[in-house]
């Protein structure tokens, strides 16, 4: 209880402010916090982009217009517009704005001889939800523990952020990918900006989870993206699950026009820019994501990565342990039998890929008398853990420094259904509270406040150093070997212990690959040949 009072004294004491620094905008001050004895300078809704409102809806990121006035900064700004979700630890009363696009910066206000490593953040969500409000991804505790300069910065989403329609062609060579160009305007403007801040802008570490973990891949992938930062850090991201090719983009985009009622009208961009933010969220599709167009985003990044073709920096990337497990339990509510699991399999697979899909994954392996763990265990591997394994091993191949992880501990306040006995590990996204440092915020108990400054003193190492294990300083952390074949061990971060492993899911990724391969260079769309949604027709939907 004492950690969360001193967290939550900290989260609301805004009665110190800070230094007032110059920005390319303008001046700005903020407020400051003490966190582990440490004071932190914090600047929180920092606008560095134009509101993209009216006009500059669905276009590049501008710079936001100058100021010449001190600016107070110790109010965290709305997020961006997005649907409901249970999935964020949202603080109460937060505001949703299509005038989002801020940052916020936590940096250590004691003394120092050199300039801090710097680590970006980029937050998940699916490319539909998220924002750098979170209590969970608060900067405060990680800054202090690593003596780093921690950075946030929210992206348009959904609709708002990933739309790709014909008509845009018009305008420009840009198309879609807007939350993404959000990003790597933030990235430049960190860079010209972060020395003011104490940081070092050639030591930034780009690090993401989820669709902020796909989104690593993607800036991999963007050579805009590499003169600003050095290394990355991937948490449970799909670069190849979370983006679309080009068609499917503009079929997803006309869809989006037609539900908007603005494909029969003779300029729809100004139509869709009329349209307030609110409605544009009730006829999002389900799946708006970033965009392969041959410019921006010049290829699929699973196929930049695995054949070299990307930024060439040191990684650390890792996932949970059962990722989507708690999936398997939502779509099955009762146990699945041994007899049911294998009829399902084959009935999915046919009889030859199902023999086969059952002998690498049996469920046995996984709980005896409940195959929905196996079921999780397979959803887990398609969408993450196997893509993740490839993504580093391409990385080891080609001898470039690479650390992996697995985190495998059930949080105390993740509760479990009661007939969900199959679920004992870690779900996608627990492991936030423990590299940031901030489980406080549930009341966790001492191992696991332990355990986050473990996985916060590694995180940050790897920032300053390039290497999770520093530079044989203190404190000592076990060492972490890098993550090279035969064995390609990785840190699994589990309590009571932990400890190194190596992979074990070798056999079941294998079979995953080909399927990696076909989705990577898929142009497949799911319209027969005279749909107005297939690329071949898309002229009907060009400017009038």
């Known amino acids: 209880m004492r950690q969360y009072l001193s967290f939550l004294f900290a989260a609301f004491a805004f009665s110190v402010p800070t230094p007032i620094v110059q920005t390319e905008n303008g001046p700005i001050q ?23 409102l009216k006009n500059l809806r669905f276009r590049p990121p501008q710079p936001h217009p100058a100021w010449t006035e001190v600016r107070n900064c110790s109010t965290f700004s709305p997020i961006c517009p997005q649907g409901p979700s249970n999935a964020f630890t949202f603080p109460p009363h937060y505001k949703m704005d299509e005038d989002c696009l801020t940052m916020n910066i936590y940096a250590p206000a004691t003394p120092s001889s050199e300039k801090r490593a710097v680590m970006v953040w980029i937050h998940g969500g699916g490319f539909m939800n998220g924002g750098n409000i979170e209590l969970r991804e608060r900067g405060g505790e990680m800054a202090a523990v690593g003596d780093v300069i921690m950075v946030f910065f929210n992206y348009r989403l959904g609709v708002l952020g990933f739309l790709a329609i014909p008509p845009m062609f018009d305008e420009g060579p840009d198309i879609g990918n807007w939350g993404m160009k959000d990003q790597v305007f933030g990235l430049a403007w960190v860079n010209r900006n972060i020395a003011n801040f104490g940081g070092d802008p050639s030591r930034v570490t780009l690090f993401g989870e989820s669709a902020g973990g796909s989104a690593m891949g993607m800036h991999l992938t963007i050579p805009s993206s590499w003169p600003y930062f050095s290394k990355v850090i991937i948490e449970s991201g799909a670069p190849v699950i979370e983006l679309l090719n080009l068609n499917l983009s503009l079929a997803n985009g006309i869809a989006s026009t037609v539900e908007a009622g603005c494909d029969d009208r003779k300029d729809v961009m100004e139509c869709m820019r009329d349209h307030k933010w609110e409605t544009l969220l009730i ?7 970033p965009v392969i167009d041959g410019h921006f985003l010049p290829e699929n990044p699973y196929n930049a990565m695995v054949s070299g ?3 060439k920096v040191p990684l650390m990337i890792g996932d949970v342990n059962q990722e989507f497990w708690n999936l398997a339990g939502s779509l099955f509510l009762t146990p699945v039998t041994i007899d049911e699991y294998k009829a399902m399999i084959k009935l999915i697979c046919g009889q030859k890929i199902g023999d086969h899909v059952l002998s690498i994954y049996p469920c046995e392996n996984y709980n005896k ?24 091993e391409a ?19 993740i509760g479990v259904p009661w007939n969900w006995g199959f679920w004992n590990g870690a779900p996608h996204a627990s492991e936030l509270e423990f590299v940031w440092s901030t489980t406080a915020i549930h009341n966790g108990t001492a191992a696991e406040y332990n355990l986050s400054t473990m996985m916060s003193q590694y995180w940050t190492n790897f920032a300053k150093y390039g290497d999770p294990n520093g530079n044989g300083g203190s404190p ?14 990785r840190m699994n971060f589990n ?10 899911n070798e056999q079941q990724c294998e079979f995953w690959r080909p399927i990696y391969a076909f989705w990577a260079n898929s142009t497949w769309l799911p319209f027969p040949k005279d749909s107005p949604l297939r690329p071949e027709n898309f002229h009907k939907w060009k400017k009038h």
């Open 30 to 52: 903020g407020y400051q916090e003490v966190h582990r004895g440490v004071p932190i300078n914090q600047y929180v809704g920092i606008p560095h982009i134009a509101p993209p």
């Open 369 to 392: 008398t409940d195959c929905r763990a196996v079921l999780g265990e397979i959803i887990s591997d398609f969408v993450l853990s196997c893509e993740t394994d490839m993504v580093g």
């Open 495 to 504: 309590l009571p212990n932990t400890q190194v492993v190596n992979r074990y």
């Open 309 to 311: 073709r990307h930024h």
């Open 395 to 413: 990385f080891a191949n080609q001898s470039l420094p690479v650390w992996a992880f697995e985190f495998s501990h059930h949080a105390s306040w």
């Open 283 to 289: 006829v999002l599709p389900p799946n708006i994501f």
């Open 476 to 489: 000592k952390l076990p060492t972490w070997p890098s993550y090279t074949g035969p064995s390609y061990p």
